[in-house]
């Protein structure tokens, strides 16, 4: 047995079914724990104020706890977590030598920079003698675990979704047994303590004062909280103003949960016939899927998956744009739902699905644009998930609704928050509008607009494009490709 490891935590924020923390605890006899706050992304955001970067630390911070737990339950000398703050490999290079470890170990990272950021530091590690692995944990399948019969990837989900299923089997619902090994955590070097969040440069957000508890902790409780109702996700999951999600992305971004916990728990349940269970289980293997999109095809990170659609044509419009950024598009579901992203950094799914329909559809905005916007407001933001969204939206992803199906946002509205609970939470100035017009005031008579005291155009905007005139423009942008480019 090799004597002294690192585990490099990352998207993996706790120490409970850890892949990456088991291997290592099995193998050595001292392990050692960090995190890098790495500058190369944190002096690329643009605000000082980003409510990532706080559930991180107070993440960090009971996985810190959470590793001191463990080592005590298990009798360590040691336990707790090694942060630094600086550029990600040459602070973990440096770290690893000054710890004088044999390995690092980490769990697999799949986005095309992320790859490129774990190739340098095997390289950096290896020139300095140390060795370096990586394992998976962060999906249930991976890369080339599911291929067509021909070897290739699926780009279609629902034949994919049935090969993931098959196997899906025990053995990849397993969870690591960290704990039987926990012993071998190392005592943290002398003077070790966690920088604030001052230290990294950055302010306190409205976090706190929202519905999502950060940490391994923080996850259990939204879980807890989500498995009874799981028996009725899907039917109450496409409707905005109602609990029906998990509300557990975030965690599953950073790993503050393990995404075999909750397989596991969904499949039981699937297995016996929970209709609830079994299409959650569903937006588990979406998720695998789009992970498996990016590995094989890195391209989709700035380039349309079907290579015809680069030749969209899409609009300039910066007043659209902005009207779309700031809410003020005349429309009530996506102006809510876009004032729900800016205020606590969540959007609902199904909305998510709305706005991005209505900028590409009804605004004929690029959806690359769209998607840079969420990247930098998203609390869960993966880049694997939402360009897969936003080319779906935009017809030019892999298995994307087809260019000539568009949302209607006022019958989406209709459907998904019939009586407006949704809308009035974050468009309080259409509180006083009646049910049957919330959906588009617009469309309101002037003695209606008067009994409820609403100024189209000064309490709330006017609509920025006629939907039945965009939907045509659209068609017209798509028809300039041939059948065979669409196909």
Aim: with cysteine; glycine share 6%; hydrophobic share 40%.
């Amino acid at each position: 047995m090799s004597r002294t490891a690192l585990v490099w935590m990352r998207r993996d924020l706790r120490c409970e079914d850890h892949a990456a923390l088991y291997y290592a605890l099995h193998r050595f006899e001292q392990v050692y724990c960090a995190f890098v706050f790495d500058t190369d992304i944190l002096n690329a955001l643009p605000t000082r104020s980003d409510r990532r970067v706080e559930f991180i630390h107070s993440s960090v911070q009971a996985l810190d706890e959470g590793l001191r737990q463990l080592a005590m339950r298990s009798g360590a000398p040691g336990g707790g977590l090694i942060v630094r703050h600086g550029p990600a490999v040459a602070t973990l290079v440096q770290l690893a030598q000054s710890l004088g470890v044999h390995e690092v170990l980490t769990n697999s990272d799949y986005e095309p920079d992320a790859r490129d950021r774990d190739q340098q530091t095997a390289q950096a590690l290896r020139a300095v003698g140390i060795a370096f692995s990586d394992y998976k944990d962060q999906v249930l399948l991976e890369k080339s675990e599911v291929l067509t019969q021909q070897g290739r990837p699926y780009s279609v989900f629902t034949p994919y979704k049935r090969a993931w299923l098959r196997k899906l089997d025990a053995f990849q619902l397993k969870p690591y047994p960290v704990e039987r090994y926990a012993r071998h955590l190392a005592p943290l070097p002398t003077g070790e303590a966690l920088p604030t969040l001052a230290d990294l440069g950055f302010v306190s957000t409205n976090l706190a004062a929202l519905p999502l508890p950060p940490g391994m902790q923080g996850a259990q409780r939204l879980l807890q909280d989500f498995v009874p109702r799981m028996a009725a996700y899907h039917e109450m999951r496409d409707y905005p103003g109602r609990k029906g999600v998990s509300y557990l992305s975030v965690h599953l971004r950073f790993g503050t949960v393990s995404i075999r916990q909750l397989a596991a728990l969904a499949a039981l349940q699937a297995r016996q016939g929970c209709a609830g269970a079994q299409s959650w289980l569903s937006e588990l293997a979406w998720r695998d899927f789009y992970f498996m999109i990016l590995w094989h095809y890195p391209q989709v990170v700035t380039r349309s998956f079907k290579p015809a659609y680069d030749r969209v044509q899409w609009d300039d419009a910066p007043e659209l744009w902005q009207a779309w950024c700031e809410a003020r598009t005349g429309y009530p579901l996506v102006d809510a739902a876009m004032r729900q992203l800016l205020l606590t950094g969540y959007m609902h799914n199904r909305l998510r699905m709305v706005v991005a329909s209505f900028l590409t559809k009804d605004l004929g905005i690029d959806w690359r644009r769209g998607e840079r916007f969420f990247a930098r407001h998203l609390n869960d933001y993966d880049l694997a998930a939402n360009n897969g969204g936003w080319q779906w939206a935009a017809s030019t992803g892999c298995d994307a609704q087809p260019h000539f199906r568009i949302f209607n946002p006022i019958t989406q509205s209709q459907r998904f928050d019939p009586d407006g609970t949704f809308i009035r939470r974050y468009l309080p100035e259409l509180r006083c509008v009646p049910d049957a017009h919330i959906h588009f005031p617009a469309a309101m008579g002037s003695a209606a607009l008067a009994a409820c005291g609403l100024r189209l155009g000064t309490d709330y905007p006017l609509p920025v494009v006629n939907h039945a005139q965009a939907r045509v423009r659209t068609l017209m942008r798509f028809s300039l490709l041939s059948e065979s480019d669409m196909s």
